[in-house]
């Protein structure tokens, strides 16, 4: 009798090693960007992972980013968004009677080229303009677990604000209503941070990765990670309601990357998938 049950043991830790290998093979490497695959994270050369972590100072970092002592690190840009006549829900099958169907037009405005980062927030922070919170030491890193009224204090910070549904959706869709940032196909595992805890691009992933790791998912004007990484708050709702954008790493559908697709949140919701984004006014010149 003890013999079978230590040869169910070893069995059921056998099959357990295979199908975490088989998960670790099946990750798709395209996901990294030119950061090199470690288990659940894309790490720079000269990297380690820890727990989630890339940990150490990288030997080298991808042309559009800077090298730093603590990892790879996008700049933010200002992308300037002309403005024009949106159309949401009516061009794409898929979000009728998902998304209410409706047309604006949308004011000139700026957005910033990527997420808010952890290093970007602690700057906030040390200014006394944000409240503490927990960062895993990786400045380049898409800041999760951020409530909307800490969004909108950062944003505040850079004498910035919150986009608005419609200005987000125009970011990402563009006057043709794409349904993805890109283009209308291809949610693949190379333009986006997506798919990353049960597949189908990684398996295991707990957090976001960098921001700006997918250049190849930057809509034309070049904002990138409007699909996945981490969902983005938007400005508005009533209350205590509030609602994010873009789906996140943990998202395993291709629809929600849609750029129509929104997910109701409470206003004070945390999560490792939540994140943000800020906008600016843009003054138009005097004739």
């Not at 693949?188 to 398996?203: H, K, Y």
């Amino acid at each position: 009798m003890r013999r079978v049950l230590v040869f169910a043991g070893i069995s059921v830790v056998s099959v357990a090693a295979v199908t975490v290998l088989a998960r670790r093979d099946a990750a798709d490497p395209a996901r990294c960007g030119g950061l090199v695959a470690m288990q659940t994270r894309c790490c720079a050369e000269g990297q380690r992972e820890e727990g989630g972590r890339c940990v150490g100072r990288p030997s080298r970092c991808p042309e559009r980013l800077a090298l730093t002592d603590a990892g790879c690190v996008a700049t933010a840009r200002r992308i300037e968004i002309r403005g024009g006549h949106l159309r949401v829900g009516g061009s794409d099958w898929e979000a009728e009677g998902r998304v209410r169907a409706h047309e604006s037009e949308i004011a000139p405005f700026a957005i910033d080229s990527i997420e808010i980062t952890e290093g970007a927030y602690a700057l906030c922070v040390a200014a006394g303009r944000c409240p503490e919170m927990e960062g895993l030491g990786e400045p380049g890193r898409a800041r999760g677990n951020i409530s909307r009224a800490e969004a909108e204090a950062y944003c505040a910070f850079r004498e910035a604000r919150l986009p608005t549904e419609d200005e987000w959706t125009f970011a990402a869709g563009g006057a043709s209503s794409r349904r993805y940032p890109w283009g209308d196909t291809g949610a693949v595992c190379r333009r986006a941070s997506w798919g990353l805890a049960d597949g189908p691009c990684g398996f295991g992933h707990t957090g976001p990765e960098l921001a700006g790791l997918h250049p190849e998912g930057a809509t034309p004007e070049g904002v990138e990670d409007m699909a996945g990484n981490v969902s983005e708050w938007i400005a508005g709702g009533p209350g205590a309601e509030g609602a994010v954008r873009g789906g996140s790493f943990a998202a395993q559908l291709a629809t929600d990357l849609r750029t129509w697709k929104a997910v109701p949140r409470p206003a004070n919701a945390r999560s490792p998938e939540i994140g943000a984004r800020c906008a600016y006014d843009v003054v138009a010149p005097s004739p």
